[in-house]
C-alpha cells in the first residue's frame, strides 16, 4: 500500500475512533439512567469533553471564579490540550478529531457522488468570502451573551450536542433545526458549519496563523496542476501560496504530496526550513 493511502486511511481511522468515542459516551449518558454503567465512559458527558466550553467559560473563571452552568473544569483542561495541538499543527481538532466536522464530511461523500465536479462549488467566491467571517461574529455573540448571562447560551442551537442527543428529550429544538440545516447544506457544500458558523472552528483557525508546522509549497518543483487546490475541502487556493496560513485550513492534509500533489516533496506539512 502506497503511503498516500496509508495517511488517507490513517485520517478516516482517527476520524472514525472519535466519533465513535463521543457516540459511546452519549448512548452511556442514557444506560446510566436505566442502571446500566459502563465503565470509565459512564462517568464522562459532551459537555465534559467539549473544548469550546473551555472558551465561553474563560471570562467567568476570570471574573467570578466559576464556571459556566453546565460548564465542566475538564473542558478547560481539553481546551488547553487542543491549544498546544493548533500552535503545533494549526487547526488539526477541527480536520481530524471532530466528530460534527466527520459526519459533515461523510455526508458530503454522498453529495460529490450527485453533483461530482460541481460539488463544493455552488456559492460564488464574491459570497463565499465575506460569508466565512460569519463564524467570528457567532463566536463574538456566544462568548458575550455566556458572560453575560452565566449560562451557556449556544446550546440551544449546538448542532454538535443536537448530533448526538437527537432521540431524546433533552435537546432543543433549535438544535435539531440547525443541525438538519447543516446536514442539508452538506450535500451542496463541503463543511458548511466549519466553514460559516462554528464558531470553535473561528478559534482554532487563528492558531494557523501562529502554528509550528504549516503546509508548505516548494514553487521550484511545483507544476502548476491545481490539484491541490481541487482537494481542499476548504476551497483554499493553496497553488500560488508558500505556505498556508488561511483561517479556513484545518490541517486534513488532502492537498499534499503524500495525498493529492502529484509530485514527492512538493507540498508538505513541516516547519519553516524542515525537511
Known amino acids: 500500500m502506497k503511503m498516500f493511502n496509508k495517511k488517507k486511511f490513517t485520517r478516516t481511522a482517527v476520524q472514525i475512533f472519535f466519533l465513535s468515542l463521543v457516540l459511546l459516551i452519549s448512548i452511556s449518558h442514557q444506560l446510566v439512567e436505566k442502571g446500566i454503567i459502563i ?44 491549544i498546544i495541538l493548533g500552535i503545533l499543527f494549526g487547526s488539526v481538532f477541527c480536520g481530524w478529531i471532530c466528530p460534527l466536522g466527520t459526519v459533515q464530511e461523510f455526508v458530503g461523500k454522498l453529495g460529490k457522488k450527485i453533483f461530482k465536479n460541481r460539488y463544493n462549488k455552488f456559492i460564488p467566491y464574491k459570497y463565499d468570502k465575506p460569508l466565512r467571517n460569519l463564524r467570528y461574529i457567532v463566536l463574538g455573540w456566544v462568548v458575550f451573551m455566556t458572560a453575560y448571562t452565566g449560562k451557556l447560551a449556544f446550546s440551544d442551537i449546538d448542532p454538535y450536542y443536537a448530533l448526538f442527543n437527537f432521540w431524546t428529550s433533552e435537546v432543543a429544538i433549535g438544535g435539531i433545526i440547525v443541525l438538519s440545516i447543516t446536514f442539508l447544506a452538506s450535500l451542496f457544500v463541503e463543511r458548511p458549519w466549519c466553514k460559516y458558523a462554528c464558531p470553535f472552528g473561528a478559534v482554532m483557525g487563528l492558531t494557523n496563523f501562529i502554528s509550528i508546522f504549516k503546509i508548505r509549497r516548494k514553487s521550484s518543483t511545483c507544476v502548476d496542476c491545481k490539484k491541490c487546490d481541487n482537494s481542499c475541502p476548504m476551497n483554499i487556493e493553496i497553488s500560488d501560496k508558500k505556505q498556508v496560513t488561511n483561517h479556513q485550513c484545518i490541517s486534513c492534509l488532502k492537498c499534499t504530496s503524500e495525498i493529492s500533489c502529484p509530485i514527492d516533496d512538493t507540498l508538505m506539512m513541516k516547519t519553516k526550513g524542515g525537511k
Open 39 to 82: 465503565p470509565i465512559i459512564s462517568s464522562a458527558s459532551l459537555h465534559s469533553i467539549c473544548p469550546f466550553g473551555g472558551v465561553v467559560s474563560i471570562y467567568s473563571l476570570v471574573t467570578d471564579g466559576n464556571f459556566v452552568q453546565k460548564i465542566h473544569e475538564a473542558t478547560v483542561i481539553l481546551l488547553g490540550i487542543v
